[in-house]
């Protein structure tokens, strides 16, 4: 029988956790040990500020349940903010060890009609956001020697997508942006990785028509099905490499190498193998 994953004595900031994926993600860490940090600036679909409470609910859900999580409304998409989100977590818990960039919003337009503002939004949110929470992280991980970076990347990243030249690059680019991450920080036992997150119900999927089926799809990946294969990409991805060498394991002839970046193909992540990711040294 597999032992119960547990991340007791791991902290954790989730971006964009007021709702949708980056919520659950949140929750399922609080319910395996783990000290949450739940940032959301409670923005509404078009990026308008609404409601700044989003953060503190979830976190009232998870001190409900037993566990340990902080609030942070600050914005990814600036330095000086970001840097804040990391420090709540060094501020209430000590520690960082991960970071799980999920937060977005969209701008969706025809290319031909799309302007400056729209493409800037996105682009401050999704890639600039992941690289200035990362940058704002990567010194502590360093540091420590041990640590695990996130970033929720898209089909339309890899394939394009109507209306979406902004949020396509945005996407693509924290690709690459990990896996250079990977490189830098390998030696350090910092590991980067993106994952292509499930087709599902959230504030970025808001056409009337397609949400209630969505929802009805997005009820059998809630919990534990929302978060795929991530530590069984890890694995299999270096199988079969004679080599080993600082931060490296073998294990059953296969050599893991945990800074490297790993895309993952996958439609659905589920929730004990992000957990996996966050559990390892």
Not at 205 to 226: D, K
Not at 249 to 263: A, I, N, Q, Y
Not at 271 to 281: A, D, L, S, V
Request: with cysteine.
């Amino acid at each position: 029988m597999n032992k119960p994953l547990r991340l007791d004595g791991k902290v954790c900031v989730v971006t964009g956790a007021g709702g949708g994926i980056g919520r659950e993600i949140a929750l399922h860490m609080a319910r395996h040990g783990a000290c949450v940090v739940v940032n959301d600036v409670g923005v509404s679909l078009d990026g308008a500020r609404a409601d700044t409470s989003v953060a503190q609910s979830v976190v009232d859900e998870i001190v409900a349940e037993g566990g340990r999580a902080a609030s942070s409304a600050d914005s990814v998409a600036d330095a000086g903010s970001a840097n804040r989100i990391v420090e709540a977590a060094l501020d209430h818990f000590g520690r960082i060890d991960g970071v799980v960039n999920n937060a977005g919003i969209l701008r969706d337009r025809y290319f031909h009609k799309m302007n400056p503002d729209d493409w800037d939004s996105v682009l401050q949110v999704h890639l600039y956001g992941t690289y200035h929470v990362s940058r704002a992280a990567a010194p502590h991980l360093k540091a420590q020697e041990s640590g695990s970076l996130v970033h929720m990347t898209s089909t339309s990243g890899l394939i394009g997508n109507f209306g979406q030249a902004n949020y396509s690059a945005a996407k693509l680019g924290i690709v690459a942006l990990s896996k250079s991450i990977a490189l830098d920080m390998r030696k350090f036992d910092v590991r980067s990785n993106s994952s292509r997150g499930a087709l599902a119900a959230t504030g970025q999927t808001h056409e009337p028509q397609a949400v209630g089926r969505l929802q009805a799809q997005a009820q059998g990946c809630t919990g534990q099905r929302l978060c795929g294969r991530l530590h069984r990409s890890i694995t299999r991805l270096h199988r079969s490499r004679p080599q080993t060498g600082r931060g490296e394991k073998t294990l059953k002839g296969m050599t893991l190498r945990p800074p490297h970046h790993v895309f993952i193909p996958h439609e659905l992540i589920r929730h004990e193998h992000m957990t996996h990711e966050f559990m390892r040294r």
